[in-house]
């Protein structure tokens, strides 16, 4: 195996410098620490406190959210905002929830042509979905106490639809929202938790002189719509 | 009740004063002082810029000087946390650092001797003007004295405490930082006194002569018509003493 | 640029002189501060997050042979290729192999300011290799050919008006200060390059030796289109960035945003678990780690300063220290700057070379206020300066006072003499009020002797009082 000297040297510098016990000269923590009760006790209890903590928390990362009771009602809102942009092109994932939609809008405004990852493949699908400002994306979960949402690659098998649009459309089920991150890590198989991502509102960026301005490399806009259930 | 007077340095030498002042205060609380012999510093200046072989043997005279009192009382912060917090972590023979213990809990701010161990909680003072008080660095971070001085101050009459802004921001000081890095201390004592300037107070008051006299020092120069005062000679003011 | 340490003292001086610096450096500090109060207010649990990352660093730290090897076999079963770097230039030689081998032109970088230390950027454009910023801030001083002046924002020193003139110049656009226009120039810039490069080279915010995976934290997306268009992607990651698990995760990115940015949590999280292109049909055919060692494991060897290996760099104690906030990240001089990095730097250039840095500040302790794994800073200060003064490279005026004061303090009646002598003399002196202080009496007045000192005093009190009586 190549540099495995330089392995087995810095492996080996480590363990003689560990032979040593540390001695941590800060104030001792306790030996062990759980902040599960405080957790609780910031948790909104019930679906509706927290999903109105979600919607709070998205909007405060300049999110979007939108209330629909159904998966397919979820339509509405996205045809406004197709119409009040002018889009006629749209990204979407491979995903069912994402596949649902496409068709229900396709078969009232046929104007509209989606884009399904699936059918375009390595530099192809980069090239495609650049150029496409709008997408809808279906997360796995959403965090309610940051506003987040978070896509897992072995569901969405692809990640630009996500980042290269403009105006990104995420689906979320309510029953998919969880507290925390904390929560979060609990739900995820460590499989699954090696190849994601957790998106807190549009790309942003205040470099320059700390203001703040939205839409930096990634998504401009952000919108956020929970359904209740898929009928 | 009687305590042992732990006088720093600096006091000794430049602001004997401030500690005059504290030991009326003290006495016309009804608390019989003592001036402990023998004593000269308790190392810090030393400490602070790395000289721990210097620092030891005057641990040691300390720790000694003063193992047999009940309360030691100092009107400085930094002082304070040198003996409480440091001198813990110097290689001292360990019956010295039997007695060390037993002194660690014995030592306190001027301040928060008055408010915590006297419960102090009404003087008859007067003092009407407005001041702003300065958070010492080591007072408050590490002897976490915040509201002792600021409930004294309470205490009297016609006074008016006015917050400056950043009032817990470091004065410069920081011992022999101010003039290793002198341009740096300069303008860190540039910024607090013009916070002492906005808060329109006429006195900036603290716990620690080392900032009073930093921050005395640059005002002297640039706004003399605002004053420092050290929370014993306010007492000692505003008490007639 | 290669960037060393030894100059602080120039450096500290040029930079008090600098208004303008010293203004936007105060400003953004300051406002950061702030809202990093304000998300704090909100999780109550703040003190507990601290000492539990505080205790999962130190598991961490304390066991790091183990959890590398971890790691580096969890990767490879990920198909990542781990590679070692005993220092700077074998981590440079490692990332311009692999750029050659796969005959790269064309490199975008996320910021990573390990990539800095290791001063890659120089040796990849000197082998003709283009190497793009595209963090907004990084991309700013690439162009002005600049150092950053802190570690979340590198362009914090700048104004926008400074901005503005720098891409009208280099970039060949009509002049605007707006911010939100010149983040539209940049990003229309940026994009073509992302979808064109061949190879990505990015930081890693942690390394999760039991997944095999590792995590790289943002705002901009910059990183993300890095990682996932290019068809190799290259990271570098210190050895000291390892946490256990994926449960140990939460804590960090927990602390993390309030502690850099003021946010309650970052834009983006990335995990990055293995070459994407097999699975999921695009993105990178090639996922590189590089361990680097240069010096961590040396500072392993002190027991106390070990927990300086527990930073995270989210810059929260340059954004509370007084000293920072009145000189900026350029002063320091090299890429870890603040009271974290007064503590590195005699680390790794040695306790002689680097024997200004502990001195560049006054002891406050608003850093161990903030640091969100609780590296008792101050302490290691200290602990810094006293290897200065073993190592006998301190000021020989200095170091004689101090014996001399030490030798006069153990013996009262030395010390009694000593200190009545200066009283007289003071008043000889042209200037009554000042003793010479070098530097502290320029623009400070300093006090007078007391004539008789506190124990004359005190003795005079006690008998008048008794006459009294």
Same mark, same amino acid.
């Given at each position: 195996m190549k540099n495995n000297s330089s392995r087995n040297k810095i492996l080996n510098r480590v363990k003689k410098s560990l032979n040593i016990q540390s001695t941590s000269i800060t104030n001792n923590p306790e030996i062990d620490i759980n902040i599960d009760q405080e957790l609780k006790k910031i948790t909104p209890s019930g679906k509706e406190l927290l999903i109105e903590q979600f919607r709070d928390e998205v909007e405060k990362v300049s999110g979007e959210f939108i209330f629909v009771p159904t998966l397919l009602e979820a339509s509405k809102p996205i045809v406004d905002i197709f119409n009040s942009e002018g889009v006629l092109e749209i990204a979407t994932t491979a995903e069912s929830e994402c596949i649902e939609i496409a068709k229900y809008i396709s078969q009232k405004f046929s104007k509209i042509k989606f884009f399904s990852t699936a059918d375009y493949t390595e530099d192809n699908r980069k090239i495609k979905f650049t150029d496409i400002n709008t997408s809808i994306v279906n997360a796995s979960y959403a965090i309610a106490d940051i506003g987040s949402v978070v896509f897992c690659y072995d569901k969405t098998l692809t990640s630009y639809p996500h980042f290269l649009s403009d105006h990104v459309i995420v689906l979320v089920n309510?029953?998919?929202?969880?507290?925390n991150q904390f929560e979060l890590f609990t739900k995820l198989d460590m499989e699954t938790a090696k190849n994601m991502v957790i998106v807190a509102g549009p790309s942003r960026t205040a470099d320059i002189e700390k203001v703040l301005v939205l839409g930096a490399h990634g998504p401009r806009k952000l919108t956020v719509i929970l359904y209740r259930g898929k009928n | 009740m009687k305590v042992a007077l732990f006088i720093p340095c600096l006091n000794e030498h430049f602001f004997a004063e401030t500690s005059i002042n504290m030991v009326k205060v003290l006495r016309h609380l009804n608390i019989e002082v003592e001036y402990v012999e023998d004593q000269t510093c308790c190392g810090q200046p030393a400490f602070n810029s790395g000289y721990v072989n210097e620092v030891k043997p005057l641990a040691e005279k300390y720790i000694k000087l003063f193992a047999d009192h009940d309360y030691i009382i100092a009107p400085s912060g930094s002082c304070v946390s040198m003996v409480?917090?440091?001198?813990?972590g110097l290689d001292l023979p360990q019956n010295v650092k039997k007695t060390y213990e037993r002194l660690k809990s014995k030592i306190y701010e001027f301040s928060e001797f008055l408010v915590d161990v006297l419960n102090l909680e009404k003087i008859d003072a007067q003092f009407q003007h407005k001041i702003t008080f300065h958070d010492s660095c080591h007072a408050l971070r590490e002897l976490f004295i915040k509201d002792q001085p600021r409930k004294l101050i309470n205490m009297i009459k016609g006074i008016q405490l006015i917050e400056m802004n950043e009032s817990d921001s470091c004065c410069g000081f920081g011992g022999t930082f101010s003039y290793k890095y002198a341009d740096v201390s300069i303008a860190m004592v540039a910024r607090k006194c013009e916070n002492i300037v906005s808060s329109e107070a006429e006195f900036c008051v603290g716990v620690d002569s080392s900032c009073l006299m930093n921050i005395d020092g640059y005002l002297k120069k640039n706004n003399p018509n605002i004053k420092t005062l050290h929370i014993a000679d306010l007492l000692a003011k505003s008490m007639n003493l | 640029m290669e960037l060393s340490p030894k100059e602080i003292k120039s450096k500290v001086k040029s930079a008090i002189k600098d208004d303008s610096l010293r203004k936007a450096v105060y400003n953004a500090t300051v406002s950061t501060g702030v809202t990093r109060e304000r998300i704090i207010s909100e999780i109550p649990y703040w003190e507990k997050l601290r000492s539990k990352a505080h205790l999962i660093k130190k598991e961490t730290i304390d066991n790091l042979d183990k959890y590398l090897e971890l790691f580096e076999k969890k990767c490879i079963e990920n198909k990542i290729n781990v590679h070692w770097a005993v220092d700077s230039k074998e981590a440079r030689d490692i990332i311009l192999k692999i750029a050659k081998e796969k005959e790269v032109t064309r490199i975008v970088k996320s910021k990573s300011l390990t990539t800095e230390e290791i001063n890659l950027n120089d040796e990849l454009v000197n082998s003709g290799i283009e190497t793009l910023e595209t963090d907004l801030g990084e991309y700013i001083i690439q162009l002005k050919k600049q150092a950053p002046s802190h570690l979340i924002i590198p362009a914090l020193h700048l104004s926008k008006e400074d901005v503005g003139k720098l891409f009208e110049e280099k970039l060949n656009i009509e002049y605007t200060s707006d911010p939100k226009k010149l983040l539209k120039v940049a990003r229309e810039k940026l994009r073509e390059k992302f979808l064109i490069a061949d190879m990505s080279v990015t930081g890693a915010n942690f390394g999760i030796a039991e997944s095999g995976a590792f995590c790289i934290i943002e705002n901009e997306a910059n990183a993300h289109l890095s990682i996932s268009l290019p068809k190799i992607h290259v990271a570098l990651m210190g050895i000291e960035k390892m946490i256990p698990d994926i449960k140990a995760l939460p804590y960090f990115l927990k602390l993390l945003a309030p502690s850099a940015t003021?946010?309650?949590?970052?834009?983006y999280v990335n995990l990055v678990g293995g070459p994407s292109r097999e699975k999921y049909? =695009?993105?990178? =055919?090639e996922v590189h780690i590089i361990l680097l060692d240069n010096g961590r494991s040396k500072i392993l060897e002190d027991q106390d300063l070990r927990e300086t290996l527990y930073c995270i760099r989210c810059g929260a104690c340059l954004n509370a220290c007084p000293v920072y906030q009145e000189i900026g990240g350029h002063a320091y001089n090299w890429v870890y700057m603040g009271p974290i990095g007064i503590t590195l730097i005699p680390q790794y250039l040695g306790e002689i070379e680097g024997k200004h840095a502990p001195y560049l500040s006054s002891l406050c302790g608003a850093c161990y206020e903030v640091c969100p794994v609780k590296i008792n800073l101050p302490e290691h200060i200290l602990k810094l300066r006293e290897k200065v003064v073993e190592k006998g490279a301190s000021n020989i005026f200095e170091k004689t006072g101090m014996k001399i004061w030490s030798f006069a303090a153990q013996r009262t009646k030395i010390y009694r003499f000593l200190s009545w002598f200066p009283t007289k003399i003071q008043k000889l002196l042209p200037n009554g009020k000042s003793f010479p202080a070098p530097g502290y009496y320029k623009e400070r007045i300093l006090p007078e002797f007391d004539s008789k000192g506190f124990r004359k005093r005190f003795y005079e009190l006690e008998r008048s009082s008794k006459n009294e009586k």
């Amino acid at each position: 195996m190549k540099n495995n000297s330089s392995r087995n040297k810095i492996l080996n510098r480590v363990k003689k410098s560990l032979n040593i016990q540390s001695t941590s000269i800060t104030n001792n923590p306790e030996i062990d620490i759980n902040i599960d009760q405080e957790l609780k006790k910031i948790t909104p209890s019930g679906k509706e406190l927290l999903i109105e903590q979600f919607r709070d928390e998205v909007e405060k990362v300049s999110g979007e959210f939108i209330f629909v009771p159904t998966l397919l009602e979820a339509s509405k809102p996205i045809v406004d905002i197709f119409n009040s942009e002018g889009v006629l092109e749209i990204a979407t994932t491979a995903e069912s929830e994402c596949i649902e939609i496409a068709k229900y809008i396709s078969q009232k405004f046929s104007k509209i042509k989606f884009f399904s990852t699936a059918d375009y493949t390595e530099d192809n699908r980069k090239i495609k979905f650049t150029d496409i400002n709008t997408s809808i994306v279906n997360a796995s979960y959403a965090i309610a106490d940051i506003g987040s949402v978070v896509f897992c690659y072995d569901k969405t098998l692809t990640s630009y639809p996500h980042f290269l649009s403009d105006h990104v459309i995420v689906l979320v089920n309510e029953n998919d929202v969880v507290a925390n991150q904390f929560e979060l890590f609990t739900k995820l198989d460590m499989e699954t938790a090696k190849n994601m991502v957790i998106v807190a509102g549009p790309s942003r960026t205040a470099d320059i002189e700390k203001v703040l301005v939205l839409g930096a490399h990634g998504p401009r806009k952000l919108t956020v719509i929970l359904y209740r259930g898929k009928n | 009740m009687k305590v042992a007077l732990f006088i720093p340095c600096l006091n000794e030498h430049f602001f004997a004063e401030t500690s005059i002042n504290m030991v009326k205060v003290l006495r016309h609380l009804n608390i019989e002082v003592e001036y402990v012999e023998d004593q000269t510093c308790c190392g810090q200046p030393a400490f602070n810029s790395g000289y721990v072989n210097e620092v030891k043997p005057l641990a040691e005279k300390y720790i000694k000087l003063f193992a047999d009192h009940d309360y030691i009382i100092a009107p400085s912060g930094s002082c304070v946390s040198m003996v409480k917090n440091h001198y813990g972590g110097l290689d001292l023979p360990q019956n010295v650092k039997k007695t060390y213990e037993r002194l660690k809990s014995k030592i306190y701010e001027f301040s928060e001797f008055l408010v915590d161990v006297l419960n102090l909680e009404k003087i008859d003072a007067q003092f009407q003007h407005k001041i702003t008080f300065h958070d010492s660095c080591h007072a408050l971070r590490e002897l976490f004295i915040k509201d002792q001085p600021r409930k004294l101050i309470n205490m009297i009459k016609g006074i008016q405490l006015i917050e400056m802004n950043e009032s817990d921001s470091c004065c410069g000081f920081g011992g022999t930082f101010s003039y290793k890095y002198a341009d740096v201390s300069i303008a860190m004592v540039a910024r607090k006194c013009e916070n002492i300037v906005s808060s329109e107070a006429e006195f900036c008051v603290g716990v620690d002569s080392s900032c009073l006299m930093n921050i005395d020092g640059y005002l002297k120069k640039n706004n003399p018509n605002i004053k420092t005062l050290h929370i014993a000679d306010l007492l000692a003011k505003s008490m007639n003493l | 640029m290669e960037l060393s340490p030894k100059e602080i003292k120039s450096k500290v001086k040029s930079a008090i002189k600098d208004d303008s610096l010293r203004k936007a450096v105060y400003n953004a500090t300051v406002s950061t501060g702030v809202t990093r109060e304000r998300i704090i207010s909100e999780i109550p649990y703040w003190e507990k997050l601290r000492s539990k990352a505080h205790l999962i660093k130190k598991e961490t730290i304390d066991n790091l042979d183990k959890y590398l090897e971890l790691f580096e076999k969890k990767c490879i079963e990920n198909k990542i290729n781990v590679h070692w770097a005993v220092d700077s230039k074998e981590a440079r030689d490692i990332i311009l192999k692999i750029a050659k081998e796969k005959e790269v032109t064309r490199i975008v970088k996320s910021k990573s300011l390990t990539t800095e230390e290791i001063n890659l950027n120089d040796e990849l454009v000197n082998s003709g290799i283009e190497t793009l910023e595209t963090d907004l801030g990084e991309y700013i001083i690439q162009l002005k050919k600049q150092a950053p002046s802190h570690l979340i924002i590198p362009a914090l020193h700048l104004s926008k008006e400074d901005v503005g003139k720098l891409f009208e110049e280099k970039l060949n656009i009509e002049y605007t200060s707006d911010p939100k226009k010149l983040l539209k120039v940049a990003r229309e810039k940026l994009r073509e390059k992302f979808l064109i490069a061949d190879m990505s080279v990015t930081g890693a915010n942690f390394g999760i030796a039991e997944s095999g995976a590792f995590c790289i934290i943002e705002n901009e997306a910059n990183a993300h289109l890095s990682i996932s268009l290019p068809k190799i992607h290259v990271a570098l990651m210190g050895i000291e960035k390892m946490i256990p698990d994926i449960k140990a995760l939460p804590y960090f990115l927990k602390l993390l945003a309030p502690s850099a940015t003021g946010q309650k949590s970052s834009t983006y999280v990335n995990l990055v678990g293995g070459p994407s292109r097999e699975k999921y049909n =695009e993105g990178p =055919e090639e996922v590189h780690i590089i361990l680097l060692d240069n010096g961590r494991s040396k500072i392993l060897e002190d027991q106390d300063l070990r927990e300086t290996l527990y930073c995270i760099r989210c810059g929260a104690c340059l954004n509370a220290c007084p000293v920072y906030q009145e000189i900026g990240g350029h002063a320091y001089n090299w890429v870890y700057m603040g009271p974290i990095g007064i503590t590195l730097i005699p680390q790794y250039l040695g306790e002689i070379e680097g024997k200004h840095a502990p001195y560049l500040s006054s002891l406050c302790g608003a850093c161990y206020e903030v640091c969100p794994v609780k590296i008792n800073l101050p302490e290691h200060i200290l602990k810094l300066r006293e290897k200065v003064v073993e190592k006998g490279a301190s000021n020989i005026f200095e170091k004689t006072g101090m014996k001399i004061w030490s030798f006069a303090a153990q013996r009262t009646k030395i010390y009694r003499f000593l200190s009545w002598f200066p009283t007289k003399i003071q008043k000889l002196l042209p200037n009554g009020k000042s003793f010479p202080a070098p530097g502290y009496y320029k623009e400070r007045i300093l006090p007078e002797f007391d004539s008789k000192g506190f124990r004359k005093r005190f003795y005079e009190l006690e008998r008048s009082s008794k006459n009294e009586k």
